[in-house]
């Protein structure tokens, strides 16, 4: 149980262009949904927190208006890249909380590179 | 201070041996306690949670935490060259939906 999987794995796309990230949980429901980033031999990095059929609360320093988040069903977050740039070429990661706990169950992640 | 902090490692260990990982918290109101493993080019994956006091065993993997010292540690034993990865600790502070991660430490079985 508690499988969460990310659409799609890989993206590579032009500088300019838009990239959305679908995360989904697959057998429950994920009040929360929690989006990260991952450089390459860095931590995890949250950009933001959704919750279902209200507005993402974004962490410092994160831009809302580039990285547009969705959380329209309690299975379903999107994570939209607007006018990607090569310095968000990175590993975006989301996860997934079930409602009744404090357990984040991660999806396996979507490579982005901006050429 | 970092709300999480791990031993840095990296951490060398020949197979067969027991893995000692550490993680120091600053919130002392946290109750929620996490061990996640990320394979290399790979997302975190869930290995264990505690929530009590002292030991809790799952297979090879024993997670202890003592709540007093705000420390909570994993233990690997039998380490198997599979184990290699980076193990990350992670705390649901007080008050708190979030969870804070340790910046993770890299273990290497040796075969």
């Known amino acids: 149980g508690a499988v969460v999987s990310q659409h799609p794995s890989w993206v590579i796309c032009k500088s300019g262009t838009s990239v959305k990230i679908e995360c989904r949980s697959l057998?429950?429901?994920?009040?929360?949904m929690f989006w990260y980033r991952q450089f390459p031999k860095q931590s995890l990095m949250l950009m933001a927190t959704s919750n279902e059929g209200s507005k993402a609360t974004y962490e410092q320093g994160v831009e809302k208006d580039k990285f547009l988040i969705n959380h329209a069903s309690l299975t379903l977050s999107t994570l939209t890249v607007t006018s990607a740039h090569p310095e968000d070429s990175s590993f975006y990661i989301c996860?997934?909380?079930?409602?009744?706990?404090?357990?984040?169950?991660f999806g396996p992640g979507t490579r982005l590179l901006v050429l | 201070q970092k709300e999480v902090e791990q031993n840095s490692g990296p951490l060398s260990v020949p197979e067969g041996a027991i893995a000692s990982l550490n993680c120091t918290y600053s919130d002392r109101g946290s109750q929620s306690f996490f061990w996640y493993r990320q394979y290399s080019g790979k997302s975190p994956e869930l290995i264990m949670s505690i929530y009590s006091n002292g030991d809790k065993e799952d297979g090879r993997f024993t997670a202890q935490l003592n709540k007093a010292s705000q420390y909570v540690s994993l233990l690997i034993r039998d380490s198997q060259p599979s184990d290699s990865a980076t193990y990350l600790c992670a705390v649901n502070p007080a008050n708190d939906y979030k969870l804070s991660f340790g910046a993770g430490t890299t273990v290497t079985v040796r075969a």
């Open positions: 996860s997934a909380r079930i409602h009744t706990g404090e357990t984040q169950y």
């Open positions: 057998d429950f429901q994920a009040t929360t």
